[in-house]
């Protein structure tokens, strides 16, 4: 079973900052299977970042994902009011299960 | 637009059974792969389990926290996919959402909530 461990547990910065958030695989993630969600209060997960890197449809430019084998980042270029929530990574295939990390929280510092 | 609505969540005593069930709209059902995800009220998410598509002989895979009590089916004619849980413990307790898998894309439902209490 892949681990994945998120870090900071609690993020805190101020709107117009730059975020960096970490996901650290116990093991190398298959082929690149590892995406990013953001989930607000009383809402379901919206997928932001697959494949490491690709924004899906509808994530702002704002955001980035990068890194490879056991050690990824997502990057939130210029803090924006709406993106303070709870960020997870997941890997998302070729080897269940398909763990979440514990996630990260974006709070406003 | 990708649509997939939950339903059938309620109250159940330990020990007992129940299913769940997701509505798809907006895609080709049977070309996907289709999974079960769970979140603890105020806590972080757990993968329950996956279907895979036609083209991958409808395998299916399961946490170990829930193989042997839950089975995940779907019926392609119908768009649904579905999770029978049975054995439930507190930790099953949960909102429980269906997921599509698109291409290396996920797509949520709102999910529904479990109840697990005597």
């Known amino acids: 079973e892949i681990v994945l461990t998120q870090s900071p547990g609690t993020l805190s910065l101020s709107p117009g900052e730059r975020a960096t958030l970490s996901c650290r695989a116990s093991?190398?993630?298959?082929?690149?299977?590892l995406a990013w969600y953001q989930q607000k209060p009383g809402q379901a997960p919206r997928l932001l970042i697959y494949?490491?890197?690709n924004r899906a449809t509808g994530t702002p430019d704002r955001f980035s994902g990068s890194g490879s084998e056991t050690d990824f980042t997502l990057t939130i270029a210029r803090l924006e009011p709406e993106d303070f929530a709870v960020y997870y990574c997941?890997?998302?295939?070729?080897?269940?299960?398909?763990?979440f990390g514990q996630g990260t929280k974006l709070e406003i510092k | 637009e990708v649509q997939l609505v939950e339903s059938g969540g309620g109250v159940v005593q330990p020990g007992g059974s129940l299913r769940l069930s997701c509505a798809a709209s907006?895609?080709?059902?049977?070309?996907?792969?289709m999974d079960w995800v769970r979140q603890t009220p105020g806590k972080g998410l757990e993968w329950v389990g996956r279907?895979?598509?036609?083209?991958?002989?409808?395998?299916?895979e399961y946490a170990a926290s829930v193989r042997d009590r839950f089975i995940i089916y779907r019926d392609d004619s119908r768009n649904s996919l579905h999770l029978q849980m049975r054995g439930l413990k507190s930790e099953d307790m949960a909102v429980y959402y269906c997921?599509?898998?698109?291409?290396?894309?996920?797509?949520w439902g709102q999910g529904t909530l479990v109840t697990v209490s005597s």
């Open positions: 907006g895609f080709i059902f049977s070309d996907h792969f």
């Open positions: 279907s895979k598509n036609r083209g991958h002989n409808y395998i299916t």
């Open positions: 494949s490491v890197s």
């Open positions: 997921v599509v898998w698109q291409a290396g894309v996920a797509s």
């Open positions: 093991q190398s993630v298959p082929s690149k299977y």
């Open positions: 997941q890997h998302y295939d070729s080897s269940p299960p398909y763990t």
